[in-house]
């Protein structure tokens, strides 16, 4: 079964970077890989998406031009940079993987489907 492993989160200061890792427990591929997040009291909407296959990538309007993802298929493993950070960024970010080839439905849709580790906290201060 398929493990992911989320790791990279901390305290940050408004404008400040992290660098967040979803590490895989065996080869991905053709694999939607997704970072999700939850901030306190509100669901969890999709971050940004990215295909193992053909490294097609989705972001949301909240975070485009700040964050950016990227997939290092020999680690298996995946990360989201993260920049200018605000604190609205502020929650708990979880990563997903689902057979699907659309990182669009990933981001979208897969809060329904996927299953849910530990997560990572990421907490920016103003």
């Known amino acids: 079964q398929l493990q992911l492993v989320e790791s990279g989160g901390g305290l940050v200061q408004a404008g400040g970077s992290l660098r967040l890792s979803c590490a895989a427990s065996?080869?991905?591929?053709?694999?939607?890989i997704g970072w999700f997040r939850q901030a306190p009291g509100k669901g969890r909407e999709g971050v940004s998406c990215?295909?193992?296959?053909?490294?097609?990538?989705y972001y949301a309007d909240s975070v485009k031009g700040r964050f950016t993802i990227s997939r290092d298929n020999a680690k298996n493993t995946v990360y989201l940079q993260m920049n200018s950070l605000k604190p609205e960024d502020t929650g708990v970010y979880y990563c997903?993987?689902?057979?699907?080839?659309?990182?669009?439905?990933?981001?979208?849709?897969?809060?329904?489907?996927?299953?849910w580790g530990q997560g990572t906290q990421v907490t920016v201060s103003s």
């Open positions: 990215i295909s193992t296959r053909d490294g097609s990538t």
């Open positions: 997903a993987a689902l057979p699907w080839s659309s990182v669009q439905a990933m981001c979208v849709m897969a809060s329904d489907f996927a299953s």
């Open positions: 065996r080869v991905i591929l053709d694999y939607a």
